[in-house]
C-alpha cells in the first residue's frame, strides 16, 4: 500500500496505517494549532515560533529536534546571547521550544 504523504510527518503517516486516518501535510498541522500553540506564549516568543513553525514547513521534522535549537536561534538570531536578551535564559527558549510541540500534536478540540 502506497501513500502520497511526502509534505506530512511521520505521525502522519502512522497514523494513516494504524487509525486511517488521512494525513495532513506540515502546513496544515500548523495552520490547525497555531492560535492554540500561541495562546500559551508571550509576543516575543510568538515570532521565535513563527520562524520555528515556518523551518518545520520548509525543512520538515527534523526542525523540531532538541539538537537543532542552537542553529535556530543562530539563524534567526546571529548568536545565542542576541536571542537569550530577546527571549531569556537558555532553559527557559529550551522549554518554551520543547513545550510547544505538543500543541503542534494535539487533537484539535471539538
Do not use: C, W
Request: charged share 25%.
Amino acid at each position: 500500500m502506497m501513500i502520497n504523504a511526502e509534505k506530512s510527518d511521520l505521525f502522519d503517516v502512522l497514523a494513516y496505517v494504524a487509525f486511517a486516518l488521512q494525513p495532513i501535510t506540515r502546513r496544515e498541522r500548523v495552520a490547525a494549532s497555531k492560535e492554540r500553540i500561541f495562546s500559551q506564549y508571550d509576543d516575543k516568543q510568538q515570532v521565535f515560533l513563527e520562524f520555528v513553525l515556518a523551518q518545520y514547513v520548509k525543512e520538515g521534522v527534523g526542525e523540531l529536534a532538541p539538537e537543532k535549537l542552537p542553529d535556530l536561534l543562530a539563524l534567526k538570531y546571529h548568536a545565542v546571547s542576541d536571542a537569550a536578551a530577546e527571549l531569556g535564559s537558555v532553559a527557559s527558549i529550551r522549554d518554551v521550544f520543547v513545550g510547544f510541540q505538543k500543541h503542534l500534536y494535539a487533537e484539535a478540540a471539538p
